[in-house]
């Protein structure tokens, strides 16, 4: 569409499963969800058989999350390849699909992390930034509207940013 929402989910919590997904099935909404593999099938967390399920629903496009959620900034460039490349090779066992697409744990990123994510193969990366412009160019560091639950309609409008001049009110 000429101006869509994409929903984002971190971390691959069961509440996505079982609250999230049943909600985006009846409203026909595509989603990303970023998935921790080392968290799968933890306590609060999704299972392997759960993440399947969503990617082959066709309305939930799973993305990569590191696998332990560490910081990469603050991780050698070892680990930090291995959470980055290991991550991708499990959802893509699991998906048999390519997984493309990642989110920086807690949003933590610098340019040598920036250039790791591209190295492992990703396409985009979200962040933790506040905002809604997205330009291919800068697709590793692409912004984000959070919502934690709580706002008002008008306070959630408000952090969508000023409306564009041809969308009357």
């Not at 996505?16 to 909600?23: R, V």
């Not at 291995?82 to 610098?110: I, Q, T, W």
């Not at 933790?128 to 330009?135: N, Q, S, T, V």
Request: proline letters at 8%; aromatic letters at 10%; glycine letters at 8%.
């Amino acid at each position: 569409p000429a101006r869509p929402v994409v929903l984002t989910f971190d971390d691959g919590y069961l509440d996505f499963f079982t609250t999230a997904f049943p909600i985006l099935q009846a409203h026909r909404f595509k989603a990303v969800s970023y998935i921790v593999p080392g968290f799968l099938g933890g306590p609060r967390y999704m299972t392997p058989a759960e993440v399947t399920h969503l990617h082959r629903s066709g309305l939930v496009e799973i993305g990569s999350h590191t696998v332990d959620h560490v910081n990469l900034i603050t991780s050698s460039p070892a680990n930090r390849s291995f959470e980055l490349d290991a991550s991708k090779k499990m959802l893509e066992g699991l998906l048999r699909h390519p997984v493309l697409d990642f989110c920086y744990p807690s949003g933590d990123f610098n340019a040598a992390v920036v250039a790791a994510v591209g190295h492992a193969g990703y396409v985009t990366a979200t962040t933790e930034l506040p905002g809604i412009e997205l330009a291919w160019s800068a697709r590793l560091i692409w912004p984000r509207v959070r919502v934690s639950g709580g706002e008002t309609l008008q306070m959630f409008v408000a952090n969508l940013g000023q409306p564009e001049p041809s969308i009357l009110h």
